[in-house]
C-alpha cells in the first residue's frame, strides 16, 4: 500500500508502523530545522493489527501522548524513511515460515541442480568446497543480510528503499530491470519442463529410439552408443529429442531465422504465465501459500531419487569422483573464480527479491537468523543435489563404459539431455520420468515467481497509484513477458535464449551489487545501517559484519565486475558462433539496466534546487534528513562520517 516519505519539515514526529515491543519503538525528532535538536515528539503511533484470510495488515493512527519516554539518541529514531501516514496499511506475510520458504524456494533453483554439482567435480571435488566456504562468509552471507535488512526496515521495493541515499535509486531499477529481462528467458525453461512432464506420461519415453518422425540418420539408438560419445558426428535420442523433437532447431539456420513460435510450447509457456499470475495477482497472500508446495516438493523429490539412485550399478563411482579431493587444483585461479561466480548467483542477491520479500516482513522480524538460516540451506541443497545427479552419472558411466567425464555436464543439457536418458533405462521410468520434471516445475516456478515480485513490488512501491490495481498490474506485467518470451519458443528461438541467459543477468547484476553494497556502506554509512538493525532485532551487527560491509564485499564485487569483462567470451550454442550483431544486440541489453545508475544520477542531480553543492547534498542525504541540509548540517561532508565503521 501507498507509504509516504516522512515530509521533511513536519513539525510532528511519527513512530514506525510495526507490531514491536513497546521498548523497541523509538520516537523520531524528525520536528523543523528550528527545534530538530531540542524538542522531542508531540504524538505518536497506536499501533492496529487486523488479520484477513491469513494475512495481517499494520495499520497506524496518530494519538496525543501523556508523556513518552526519549528513546535512542540517533537524529530520527526508528523512522528513519518508512514511516505512513495515518491510515496507510501494508501487508505482512501470514506465517513467518512463508517468508522463509519464499526466500529458499527463490533462492534454490535450478542451477543449484545443474551447475554446483558440475563445478565442484571439474574443480578438484571436495577440495571445491574450500574456496566456496571462503566467499559464502565473506560475502554471500554479508550480501544476503544486506539485502533482508534493507527491506525490512525501509518496508519497500528495490527501487523506494533508495531514499536512505537518493543518488542512488537508478540502482534499484536496475536490479528491476534484470528480474525483468530474465523472466523473458527463465520461464521458456520451466515451459520446457512442463513440455517434458507431458511427454513422460506414456509407457515409452520418446527419447529412448531413434525411429521417430524428428530424428536424423546421424542418431545412435541409446542402447548401442557406446562409442557415440567420442564420435562427433553421432547424436543419442535424447538429445535428438530435446534439439529436434522439442526445440526443432534443425527447422533454423540461426538466430536470423528464428521462424513462427511453436504452438506446442507456446501452449506449455502460457500455462507456465497462468500459474505465475494466479501465484501472485494477490501478492503474499497467495504467494505464500503456493510456496508451501513449490519450496518443499524439490527436496522430497531430490531423497526419492537419491535413495534410487544410490542403488543403481556405478553410482558409488559417480559419488566417489563429485567428493575425491584434489587440493592441488586450489592453486588454478579459475577455481577460486568459478567460486566466486557461484556465490554471487546461487544466492539470488541483486535481483531485488530479497528486498521485495523482506519488505512484507514485521518490523521486529530477525533478518539476521533468517539470513544465517536461507543462505546456509541454499548451499547445503546445492552440495545436496550433487549426490543425486552422481549417483546417475556413475551409473550412465557404468552402464555404457565410458569414462564420466563424458557423461558429466552442465546447464541445460544435464536435465533435458543426459538425465532424462539415465532415467530411461530404469524400470517403470514414465513414472521416474514424471517425478523428476515435476521437481524441476517446483524449482523453476517459485525462483520465477520471486524474480516476477521483484518487478511488481518494485514498481508498485514506486507509483503509488498501482497500488489500487494490483491485479490488472500484475497482468500486465505476466502478459508482457510472454509475448517477449514467445521469441524464445520458435524454431531458432534455443540462440534467443542463450543470447539472453548470456547478457541479461552477468556483469549487469554483479555491477547493481557493487553499487548497492557502495551506497549503504560507504554513503548511507555502515554505522546508521548497523544502527537500524539493533532497532529492528535489538541487537547491533557484530564488527565482523560491518567489516565485511564496508570493505570485503565491495572489494569482493569490485575484482568480480572486472573478472567478467577481463575473462568475457561471446556466447555459443554448440558449434554455432553469433554474428556481431546479435552480440551487440546482447550488450545493449546488458547496459541498458546498468545505465540506469548514472542515468538517475544526473536526473536527480539536474532536478534539485540550489547550486552543486547544495543538490550534491540533497543527493546523498536520506529524505528524512533534508531538513539537516536546509541548516547546513551535511554529515557525509565530514571525514567523520566515511571513516566510522
Given at each position: ?169 537508478g540502482v534499484g531499477f536496475t536490479v528491476i530491470l534484470i528480474s525483468l529481462y530474465v523472466g523473458f528467458y527463465y520461464n521458456v525453461i520451466i515451459a520446457w519442463a512442463l513440455f517434458y512432464l507431458f511427454s513422460?506420461?506414456?509407457g515409452d519415453l520418446p527419447w529412448v529410439h531413434c525411429n521417430n518422425t524428428w530424428n536424423s540418420p546421424n542418431c545412435s539408438d541409446i542402447w548401442a552408443f557406446n562409442n557415440s560419445l567420442n564420435d562427433t ?138 539470513a544465517i538460516i536461507t543462505s546456509s540451506i541454499n548451499s547445503l541443497t546445492s552440495f545436496f543435489s550433487g549426490f543425486v545427479i552422481f549417483s546417475f552419472l556413475g551409473y550412465m558411466s557404468h552402464k555404457h ?245
Amino acid at each position: 500500500m501507498e507509504q509516504p516519505m516522512l515530509k521533511a519539515r513536519s513539525p510532528v514526529g511519527q513512530m514506525c508502523s510495526v507490531v514491536a515491543p513497546a521498548s523497541a519503538k523509538q520516537p523520531s525528532s524528525a520536528s523543523s530545522p528550528s527545534t530538530s535538536n531540542t524538542i522531542g515528539p508531540k504524538e505518536v503511533e497506536l499501533i492496529l493489527v487486523k488479520e484477513h484470510n491469513g494475512v495481517q495488515f499494520t495499520t497506524s493512527t496518530l494519538v496525543s501522548p501523556a508523556g513518552h519516554p526519549h528513546g535512542h539518541g540517533h537524529a530520527l529514531g526508528p523512522s528513519h524513511g518508512h514511516t505512513p501516514v495515518p491510515g496507510e496499511e501494508r501487508e505482512t506475510w501470514g506465517k513467518k515460515i512463508d517468508f522463509l520458504l519464499s526466500v529458499i524456494g527463490f533462492a534454490v533453483d535450478l542451477a543449484n541442480v545443474w551447475r554446483f554439482p558440475y563445478l565442484c567435480y571439474k574443480n578438484g571435488g571436495g577440495a571445491f568446497l574450500v574456496p566456496y566456504m571462503f566467499f559464502m562468509v565473506i560475502a554471500g552471507m554479508p550480501l544476503f543480510y544486506m539485502e533482508l535488512a534493507l527491506g525490512q526496515y525501509n518496508r519497500e521495493g528495490a527501487a523506494g528503499v533508495w531514499k536512505i541515499c537518493p543518488i542512488f535509486k537508478g540502482v534499484g531499477f536496475t536490479v528491476i530491470l534484470i528480474s525483468l529481462y530474465v523472466g523473458f528467458y527463465y520461464n521458456v525453461i520451466i515451459a520446457w519442463a512442463l513440455f517434458y512432464l507431458f511427454s513422460s506420461f506414456t509407457g515409452d519415453l520418446p527419447w529412448v529410439h531413434c525411429n521417430n518422425t524428428w530424428n536424423s540418420p546421424n542418431c545412435s539408438d541409446i542402447w548401442a552408443f557406446n562409442n557415440s560419445l567420442n564420435d562427433t558426428h553421432k547424436s543419442t535420442p535424447a538429445a535428438e529429442y530435446f534439439e529436434r523433437g522439442v526445440l526443432h532447431l534443425q527447422d533454423s539456420e540461426g538466430i536470423a531465422d528464428l521462424g513462427l513460435p511453436r504452438w506446442q510450447l507456446t501452449s506449455c509457456l502460457a500455462v507456465v504465465i497462468v500459474v505465475l499470475y494466479f501465484s501472485l495477482w494477490k501478492g503474499v497472500k497467495t504467494s505464500g501459500k503456493v510456496v508451501w508446495i513449490t519450496a518443499t516438493m524439490p527436496y522430497v523429490v531430490l531423497t526419492v531419487l537419491l535413495l534410487r539412485g544410490v542403488t543403481l550399478p556405478g553410482a558409488m563411482d559417480g559419488i566417489k569422483a563429485y567428493l575425491s579431493v584434489d587440493f592441488r587444483r586450489l592453486c588454478e585461479p579459475q577455481v577460486w573464480i568459478d567460486a566466486a561466480t557461484q556465490i554471487c548467483f546461487s544466492l539470488g542477491v541483486g535481483f531485488g527479491v530479497l528486498i521485495a520479500f523482506s519488505s512484507y516482513n514485521k518490523f521486529s522480524n530477525n533478518c539476521y537468523r533468517d539470513a544465517i538460516i536461507t543462505s546456509s540451506i541454499n548451499s547445503l541443497t546445492s552440495f545436496f543435489s550433487g549426490f543425486v545427479i552422481f549417483s546417475f552419472l556413475g551409473y550412465m558411466s557404468h552402464k555404457h563404459s565410458v569414462p564420466l567425464d563424458k557423461v558429466a555436464t552442465d546447464g541445460p543439457g544435464l536435465v533435458f539431455i543426459i538425465y532424462p536418458e539415465a532415467i530411461a533405462t530404469l524400470p517403470g521410468s514414465s513414472v521416474w520420468a514424471v517425478i523428476f520434471f515435476i521437481m524441476l516445475l517446483t524449482l523453476g516456478i517459485d525462483s520465477a515467481m520471486g524474480g516476477m515480485e521483484s518487478v511488481i513490488t518494485g514498481l508498485m512501491d514506486e507509483f503509488k497509484f498501482l497500488h489500487k490495481h494490483r491485479e490488472l498490474f500484475t497482468l500486465f506485467i505476466v502478459v508482457s513477458t510472454f509475448l517477449i518470451s514467445l521469441f524464445c519458443v520458435t524454431n531458432g528461438g534455443i540462440y534467443v535464449f542463450t543470447l539472453l541467459d548470456h547478457f541479461a543477468a552477468g556483469t549487469s547484476i554483479l555491477f547493481g551489487v557493487l553499487i548497492e553494497a557502495i551506497g549503504i556502506a560507504w554513503f548511507y554509512g555502515v554505522d546508521r545501517f548497523s544502527d537500524d538493525i539493533e532497532e529492528m532485532i535489538g541487537q547491533r551487527p557484530s564488527l565482523y559484519w560491518r567489516l565485511c560491509w564496508k570493505f570485503v564485499s565491495p572489494c569482493f564485487l569490485l575484482f568480480m565486475v572486472v573478472v567478467s569483462f577481463v575473462t568475457f567470451n561471446p556466447p555459443n550454442y554448440g558449434t554455432y558462433t553469433f554474428p556481431i550483431w546479435a552480440n551487440m544486440i546482447g550488450w545493449c541489453l546488458a547496459i541498458s539496466s546498468m545505465t540506469m545508475v548514472p542515468l538517475y544520477a544526473i536526473y536527480k542531480m539536474c532536478t534539485l534546487p540550489g547550486k552543486f553543492c547544495d543538490r550534491l547534498a540533497y543527493a546523498i542525504t536520506p529524505e528524512h534528513e533534508h531538513h539537516l541540509v536546509d541548516n547546513g548540517e551535511v554529515r557525509r561532508f565530514t571525514l567523520q562520517h566515511w571513516m566510522v565503521i
